[in-house]
Every structure is written in structure tokens, then in C-alpha cells.
């Protein structure tokens, strides 16, 4: 459940206490984005992908 959510649901719903929110909810996004992009540089697949990725057609 997202920051934004839980705020509505306990009727928090101050205009700084949501933008705190949608930037913490940006800054989660830009950390996974961080830990999918070395998964592919590791070789590994992405979750839920049981392809590999051919690390052959790109340069080191």
C-alpha cells in the first residue's frame, strides 16, 4: 500500500504530507529502477522473466 494511500486512510490529508509522499513514492520507484538495471547488467533475469539476458550484444 502506498504512502499516499495510508495517509487518505487515516484522513491525514495535508497537502505537504502528500507531496512528502508522492516524492517518497518516486524516490522507492528510482531505487527499484536502480536494482533492475544492475539485474541485467549481472545477467540475471527480471522478475517474473525466465529469459536471459544475451549479454553478447552489447558492448562492455
Not at 505537504?16 to 539485474?39: D, G, T
Request: zero cysteines.
Amino acid at each position: 500500500m502506498s504512502s499516499t494511500t495510508l495517509l487518505a486512510r487515516s484522513g491525514f490529508l495535508g497537502t505537504a504530507a502528500l507531496s512528502a509522499a508522492a516524492v517518497q513514492a518516486n524516490l522507492n520507484a528510482l531505487v527499484r529502477i536502480a536494482e533492475l538495471f544492475q539485474e541485467v547488467l549481472k545477467g540475471r533475469t527480471l522478475g517474473g522473466d525466465d529469459r536471459q539476458v544475451d549479454q553478447g550484444s552489447y558492448a562492455a
